[in-house]
């Protein structure tokens, strides 16, 4: 199976707070896990990416959580600001190929 | 350093015609990729390519055609346009089939 599923949809969170989305795979073999951060009109842009021997990646605000046996893993937006509004992307990346979850339409109200 | 270039911008076709939507990266990037994006289905991906010479299917290639004779350029090629392809359009790039791809700007292509 090449599904990633994503959660939620959309996501409401007051600025200061943490926003946190999760995915899910089943597939074994993909072998890097990227986040990417979407503003309307513009493409994907790399947020941060982990791989699956790694349990936890941070780089500034921005954290990725991995448990490799349950297949998941999420992302946690520390001190969120009205500037992270946008559509957030996981995927899982294998020989080239990135498989999207669904997206996550983040919304931070001042 | 433009890295990946895609053109055009915006395109509107009728059912039924055949074009060409350009991509070209300059980061010497050996993999390069074409994905589809709908509203609440994510980017799905098209075609696919690992160097010069060298593409396979992904997801959704129906309808499509890819080549790769340089390192620089991968045109996706819609053969008979149908409503169905509406969709945003993006290119990206990775120097290894490992490694996060880097995404173009995206062509809109609406189809009547």
């Known amino acids: 199976q090449q599904q990633v599923k994503q959660s939620p949809q959309s996501l409401i969170v007051q600025k200061g707070g943490i926003s946190i989305i999760n995915c899910a795979y089943e597939?074994?073999?993909?072998?890097?896990f990227p986040w990417y951060q979407q503003f309307p009109g513009k493409g994907p842009a790399l947020l941060i990416a982990?791989?699956?021997?790694?349990s936890e990646k941070k780089e500034g605000r921005f954290t990725i959580s991995f448990n490799k046996s349950a297949k998941q893993f999420s992302l946690h937006i520390m001190d969120s600001q009205p500037g992270d509004s946008a559509t957030y992307f996981c995927?899982?990346?294998?020989?080239?190929?990135?498989?999207f979850g669904q997206g996550t339409e983040l919304s931070v109200k001042p | 350093n433009a890295g990946v270039t895609q053109t055009p911008k915006f395109q509107v076709l009728k059912t039924g015609q055949s074009m060409t939507l350009q991509c070209a990266q300059d980061m010497n990037h050996e993999y390069m990729s074409w994905y589809r994006q709908d509203p609440g289905m994510g980017l799905r991906l098209i075609h696919y390519?690992?160097?010069?010479?060298?593409?396979d299917q992904g997801e959704v290639p129906n309808g499509y055609n890819v080549s790769r004779s340089t390192t620089e350029d991968f045109p996706l090629r819609l053969l008979s346009a149908a409503p169905s392809q509406t969709s945003v359009y993006f290119c990206?790039?990775?120097?290894?089939?490992?490694?996060?791809?880097?995404f173009g700007d995206g062509t809109r292509l609406s189809i009547l």
């Open positions: 390519s690992v160097g010069a010479g060298i593409t």
């Open positions: 982990i791989r699956p021997d790694v």
């Open positions: 990206a790039s990775s120097p290894t089939g490992a490694q996060p791809q880097h």
């Open positions: 597939n074994t073999a993909f072998d890097y």
């Open positions: 995927a899982a990346g294998w020989r080239g190929k990135l498989i």
